[in-house]
Every structure is written in C-alpha cells, then in structure tokens.
C-alpha cells in the first residue's frame, strides 16, 4: 500500500486510546489483604520517587519502571505492587495473596514491610488496610470496628458484604471488611478497587477543609472592613479622605485575591473529589442491611457538612470580591466627580487670571503706544521747527497737527502687530512641547 494513503493521526490518539485501559482491574482471590497508601506528590519531586521505586524493583529482581510511566504493577513472589501517578498524589497498593484472616490480631506495619524500605515519595495521607475473608472465616464486626461510627452494606447482589467505621486504627490505617460469599475474582478485585478510590478520594476531598478553616478569619476580617469602608463612604467630602479610602478598598481586594488564589485550586479539586465519591458509590451499588448505617448516610451526615463549609467560604470570597468591586467603583466614580470639580474651579481661576491679564495687556498697550507716540511726536518737532527757520512759508505747528495723528496711528499698528506677532510665536512653541510630549 502507498504510504501516502495512510490516515495522519492526532499526535494525541495514541495517549487518549490507551487512558482508556490504563487501570484495568485485577482478579483478586479470595481469602486476600491489600494494603494501600497515598502520598501527596510535587510536580519537581516526582523524577525522584520514579528513580526510587525502580532502584527498589530492580533490588528485589524486577523490571524497572519505563521513562515517563504514571502507573506500573510488578510482583515480588506472592506480593503483588500497583503503583499509580495521579495530578496531586501518588498511591501504593500491596496484594497479598492468601493472606492471614485474623484481621484483628495482624500486625498492619509487618504486611506491608516493602512500602518502609521505598523513600518516601511525599507528605503520607491516606493508609488502607483492605481484608477479604470467606464467610466461614469473617470476624465480629462490633470487636473490630468503633460501634457509634460503624457502617455495613451490601453489594453484588447480596454476595459481598462490606463493613467499616472509616477511623484510624492503633497503626494509622482505616480498616475495610470485605466478607465474599460466592462473588467471583474479577468482580471482587472491581469492588476493592473502587472501596480504595472511594476511601482515597474521600481523604483528599476534605483536604480543602484546612485550608477554609485557615481562610475563614481573614476573610472575615475583609467583610468587617469593607463595611466600615462603606459606611466611611457616605461621610468623606474631601479629595484626600476618598483617595485615603480607595486605597484601603485595594488593598482589602489584593488581600481577598491572594486567599481567593490560593485556595482555589484546593477548592476545585475537592469539588472534583466530591464528584468521584459519589460516582464510585454509585458504581459500587450498595444495598442497605436492616438496623445497618449506610455508606451514603454517613458520608451525607459526616463528609457533606465539611465540603459544603469550604464551598460556602468560596462563594463568600466570589460574593466579598463582587462587593469590593462595587465600593472600588463607587468610590473612583466619586473621586472623579471632586477631581473634575477641582478642574472645573482652577479653570475658572485660569479664565479669571487670563481676562485680567488681557485687560492689563491692553492697558499696557495703550500705554506703550502714548508713550512711544508721545517721543516721536517730540522728535518731529524738532525737525519741523528747524524747517521753519530755514524757510519762512513753512508753517512747523500746522505740519505738527498734521503728522501727529498719522504718527499715533502707525505707531498703534506697529506695537498691535508686534504684540500679537510675540503672543503667536509663544502659543506655538507651547503646541510644539506638548506634541513632543
């Protein structure tokens, strides 16, 4: 075939084809322990804990990880490691097969000895101790979890039953029950994944609960002050006391940003979280037992009241940064409104200095023009009066009636001239400057 024909794929399809099948489930046996971890993980940090983990394969006889993996499963004989790179977080999760059944008397940090002996990727969040017991072999609920917090479900249509009290043990781990009673591997290894992602997701959902808790004073602190700024607002006449008050706005609005900044990737993913709790409960398909709390009424009753404290801190800071808004724009618009009128006063003042002006420079032209009129006049009457002397027809005082109008006149145009010739000139270079400006 001409190559020419070939399709040009996306340089993305084969990335997007393959997310598809990237976490497949795995059949698990029953009896079985999974031991699963999350670790935060820093974008800059995540070359390193890669290295790590692959030195530790290749350590223990196994393949290293490929360049650029974001997840991986090896087996060190009977244990079994998937790892998993997700945006903010890592997870490690042991399988053992065949795994004691004794769930309340097995030693939690000597399962999974491999996860100490690996550098730890980053801040330790989640820990889940996952059982998997027969019927035959299923522990007392009550002697295992807390009684006040217990919940117990059923799922593949009555085959799996599922217990927890989502608290921490002595050791650090939540501890999950799952009794089988006749579900296949496949279906079983489906349902302890999804109880893990459930239990991880729900961890990392609350993590935005800090970070409102933290938040909460200064934006407390913001609203206060912006109703003070209000109300300052009506009582402020001068120029100074509004720009005073305006920059107390930005800086209130600065502060509001940096929170709002902060917090709202948190608030984002934990809402993202939120969304895959749910789905993976709705994935899982509970089934109620009688005189049995359920998964869904305690996370509703336990989970819903933090999430929707964080999500009503982030509405406040959407509602406080519209408001501060509002009062910036309120408070410019009544700063222009004085600048404007302190404008429109100078320039009065300037009009009124300009007319004043106008009048002493016409008072001075007149002036000029009776004095330099008034010499040359004088000089003519020199010259006239010796041309009386030399002639005797020659009548000096009536060519001095005569020429001395015509000498005011011309004089008058001369200084006008000049004057207006100069106050052009200056006009101009002014024009000039501001233009170069």
């Known amino acids: 075939m001409d190559p020419s024909h070939f399709l040009v ?37 995540r070359d390193a804990e890669r290295d790590a983990l692959s030195d530790f394969c290749q350590a223990n006889d196994s393949e290293a990880l490929p360049d650029n993996a974001r997840h991986h499963r090896v087996s060190f004989g009977d244990v079994h490691l998937r790892w998993e790179r997700h945006s903010e977080f890592t997870t490690y999760c042991w399988y053992y097969k065949h795994a004691a059944e004794d769930v309340s008397a097995a030693d939690i940090t000597g399962l999974a000895p491999q996860m100490y002996a690996i550098q730890q990727p980053g801040p330790h969040l ?37 217990a927890t009290d989502f608290q921490v043990d002595a050791a650090g781990f939540v501890r999950i029950l799952v009794v089988n009673d006749g579900v296949p591997a496949m279906r079983i290894g489906a349902l302890a994944q999804r109880l893990l992602e459930l239990e991880t997701y729900r961890v990392l959902a609350l993590l935005c609960l800090p970070e409102a808790q933290r938040l909460e004073p200064s934006v407390r602190q913001i609203e206060r002050a912006l109703v003070d700024a209000t109300q ?25 940003e940096a929170g709002a900044a902060k917090s709202l990737f948190r608030f984002g993913a934990s809402r993202a979280y939120q969304n895959i709790v749910l789905g993976r409960i709705a994935a899982i398909g509970f089934e109620p037992l009688p005189d049995r709390e359920t998964f869904p009424a305690f996370l509703n009753r336990r ?3 933090a999430l929707q404290t964080c999500f009503s801190l982030e509405e406040r800071q959407i509602n406080l940064s519209r408001k501060l808004a509002r009062a910036t724009q309120l408070l410019r618009a009544k700063v222009d409104v004085a600048m404007e009128r302190q404008n429109r006063d100078i320039l009065e003042t300037m009009s009124e200095r300009a007319r004043l002006q106008l009048r002493l420079q016409q008072t001075v032209e007149g002036l000029s023009i009776a004095a330099v009129s ?9 010259f006239l009066k010796g041309l009386a002397h030399t002639s005797d027809w020659f009548d000096a005082e009536a060519a001095m009636a005569i020429v001395s109008p015509i000498v ?13 010739n100069a106050h052009s000139a200056g006009r101009n270079r002014v024009v000039a400057r501001r233009k170069a400006i």
Do not use: W
Not at 9 to 26: K, Q, S, T, Y
Not at 138 to 149: I, R
Not at 243 to 250: D, I, T, Y
């Open 303 to 305: 989970m819903a009241p």
């Open 126 to 162: 989640v820990a889940i101790d996952l059982q998997i017991v027969e019927p035959s072999s299923a522990p007392d609920m009550y002697t295992l979890f807390a009684k006040e917090s217990l919940c117990v479900m059923s799922a593949e249509g009555g085959s799996a039953t599922i």
């Open 408 to 420: 005011v006149i011309l004089v008058a145009i001369t200084i006008t001239f000049r004057v207006r």
């Open 232 to 256: 300052a607002m009506t009582q402020t006449e001068t120029l100074e006391d509004n720009e005073n008050l305006l920059e107390k706005l930005v800086v209130l609005a600065a502060r509001l």
């Open 374 to 382: 008034y010499y040359v006049v004088a000089l003519l009457a020199y």
């Open 9 to 45: 794929p996306h340089e993305d399809r084969d990335a997007i084809l393959r997310e598809v099948h990237a976490r497949p489930f795995r059949p698990i046996e029953t009896p079985a322990r999974l031991v699963h971890f999350a670790f935060l993980s820093k974008e800059l940090e």
